[in-house]
């Protein structure tokens, strides 16, 4: 038995769906795009959607149409893909890590502020693995010394806060659409906001400043003469991409009812193991499960490597626990101390969940890390 850490759930809907695109020969940025952004608006509550190549390229349009320059600072965690901090560098600014609350893995609230200096401009919290940040605490601390709130929200789609999706609670947001989150459009990501002139000047810097877009010209009935009042990318979407990502979001309430069933299945086994602890997940959100993580702890028999390469002789794939950026060669120059980061990043394996994931797959991911640690 093989078993992959995460597989897309596609078939052949998303098949014919390209298939349909490629016929209509409209494969770049064009009407299907801008279907996708209305339907993933919607469905998160925000009013406005603007589609890039990916959520990386997403957290730098946000920043740069912010103003976020060089001198500038953003505080950000640590503990998140490397994308996160340089997104920031990407706009000549600089990261500011801050460490994590140890039980939910996301940006520690209370040590926002003591990061903050003159030079802050934006706190940038990351939604860990889907599992959302307290987003009232970080707006009311944003509110109370006038900074900008990009959530970076790559793995977070479907998960709510108090009730409603993220990206809907008036902050930009961005998401991503790789294929291990939980939609795919191969690459690709999103940008939420309410701010129409954000929407707009988003719309224009990933199509490299123009003025107007490739459709509003080739459906005018007029001539057009485009210009480009700003600098911009080119971080424009394909529709080829946009297609597959209006079939998935169609599966995605059966999507996120299999990873939670799954999820809910690991809670119960490894809870039981004394080496073991679960995700915390606080009453007020519900998570998504992108990714389902467990921390191994002192008494744990091996340690978290170890225990990789015994599942991968099982036939089990896993991945370490989500990276600490500060400890990275191209960020060691921060000289952070953020010892909970640390610990975490140390001490956490990634195992094996997906929609086509089989029980008896489950089964064996859950005897053999049993087998392992007790």
């Known amino acids: 038995m093989r078993i992959e850490v995460a597989k897309p ?12 695109v490629v016929a209509s020969g409209w494969i770049s940025q ?30 730098h349009a946000a920043l740069a149409v912010s103003g976020i320059g060089p001198g500038d600072e ?11 901090a340089n997104s920031v560098v990407h ?10 609350n140890p039980e939910t893995c996301n940006m520690d609230i209370n040590k926002i502020e003591a990061a903050l200096t003159k030079k802050t401009k934006a706190i940038m919290p990351v939604h860990q693995m889907g599992l959302p940040v307290d987003i009232d605490s970080i707006n009311a601390i944003a509110q109370k010394h006038n900074l900008i709130v990009i959530e970076d929200a790559a793995c977070a789609i479907g998960s709510e806060y108090k009730g409603k999706r993220i990206g809907g609670h008036g902050n930009t947001a961005c998401f991503s ?8 459009t191969g690459e690709g990501g999103m940008i939420t906001t309410n701010n129409s002139e954000v929407a707009e ?39 080829m991409q946009a297609a597959m990502g209006i079939v998935q979001m169609k599966k995605l309430p059966d999507i996120l009812r299999i990873r939670r069933a799954i999820a809910g299945k690991y809670n119960n086994a490894f809870s039981k193991i004394s080496c073991l602890r679960v995700p915390e997940v606080p009453e007020y959100v519900q998570h998504n499960y992108q990714s389902y993580w467990v921390e191994l702890l002192d008494n744990a028999p091996v340690n978290r490597n170890e225990l990789m390469q015994r599942l991968l002789e099982k036939g089990i794939s896993s991945r370490r626990g989500v990276m600490a950026i500060h400890r990275e060669p191209c ?20 195992l094996p969940l997906y929609p086509s994931m089989a029980d008896d797959e489950v089964r ?11």
């Not at 759930?9 to 349909?20: R, T």
């Not at 064996?364 to 007790?374: G, P």
């Open 74 to 84: 953003v505080i950000v965690p640590s503990l998140s893909f490397i994308a996160t």
């Open 30 to 59: 064009g009407p299907k795009v801008a279907e996708f952004e209305k339907i993933f608006a919607d469905y998160v509550g925000a009013q406005y959607s603007v589609a890039t190549t990916s959520c990386t390229t997403a957290l």
């Open 201 to 239: 000047r988003l719309r224009r810097f990933r199509h490299h400043g123009m003025s107007v877009s490739d459709l509003e010209r080739h459906t005018s009935q007029k001539i057009i003469i485009e210009s480009y009042p700003e600098i911009g990318y080119n971080y424009r979407m394909t529709d």
């Open 331 to 350: 960020y060691s120059r921060h000289n952070a101390i953020l010892l909970l980061t640390e610990r975490i990043t140390e001490n956490t394996i990634i």
């Open 91 to 100: 706009c000549g600014a600089t990261s500011v890590f801050v460490d994590i």
């Open 9 to 20: 759930y596609l078939d052949e809907q998303e098949q014919k769906a390209v298939a349909d």
């Open 177 to 184: 659409f790789h294929p291990r989150k939980v939609i795919t």
């Open 364 to 374: 064996h991911v859950i005897d053999n890390v049993r087998n392992i640690l007790c």
